[in-house]
């Protein structure tokens, strides 16, 4: 919130000195974009906003985030700069996430303002057409799909198709004997979107698909390298919630997922890309929305700078 107070006084100050123009108090010239006051707004910069301890705490607003935003739209509701909002959750679709930022907010924010921490998947086209084991929670599979992926297998989905392979939690074991389905296509690539809710199922699977190169009808392969492929989002190994200190975020299951490896084979985990704040991939991502957005609305200035607040 600290961060959001001096950038709310500025905006202040400029709505201030826009009455004041009208009024015929100060010179013709707009200090927020640059441009004559008769003409309409050209702005040469975009605005990155965290979500998470910047916007809001949990599902707690900052107040003084929706004071901002106010600030920020002209009379019909429109931004009078591009905008876009980067967050390291992954656990829901881009529109979802979209209506709940306008809903706290109260400013309208489509689903191309909102870059997810899976949103950079949609540039790795050469993986969208192979079986891809998808880690995290939420509509996983949804996600998945929406992003470009066409064959998409779940833990759940592996786990129910071969029961003997979950076994810490003992009341998940199964009661009777059992043999795997083997209805499953070979995984070719892992996705691991964001922290799951059993981590030790997903840690466990993620693990034998990588050993066994996705064929879970063998044994493990301690020695065979190179792994799948392995792209993350999310690297954040903690996050601000409501408490007090911050909670695991997916980093620390990331932190647990690479220590196993190399304790069972030796070797470090490679991962084919890392995506989600502060990765360049996401940043780069963010910018090409910001010029996206100038060119709908036909702004004629070049995007120089980006200030990302958070």
Known sequence: MRGLLPFYRGLHTLSNRQARRKAGIVGSRCGFCGTQSNSKPQPSFGLLFDIDGVLVRG???IPAAKKAFEKLVDSQGQFVVPVVFVTNAGNCLRQTKADQLSHILGVPITQDQVIMSHSPLRMFKKFHDKCVLVSGQGPVLEIAKNVGFMNVVSIDMLRESFPLLDMVDHNRRPKL?????????????VILFGEPIRWETNLQLITDVLLTNGNLNS???????????????????????EAHSPRFGHGTFLVCLENIYKKITGKDLK???????PSELTYHFAEYLIRSQAMQRKWKLPITSLYAIG
Do not use: F, I
């Open 177 to 189: 004997p059992s043999t795997p389905l083997g209805n499953l296509p070979k995984v070719e690539a």
């Open 271 to 277: 991962y084919d890309a890392l995506m989600g704040k």
């Open 219 to 241: 044994v493990h392969q301690t020695q065979k390298m190179p792994h799948l492929p392995l792209l993350a989002c999310n690297m954040d190994l903690m996050w601000m919630a």
């Open 59 to 61: 599902r707690m607003p």
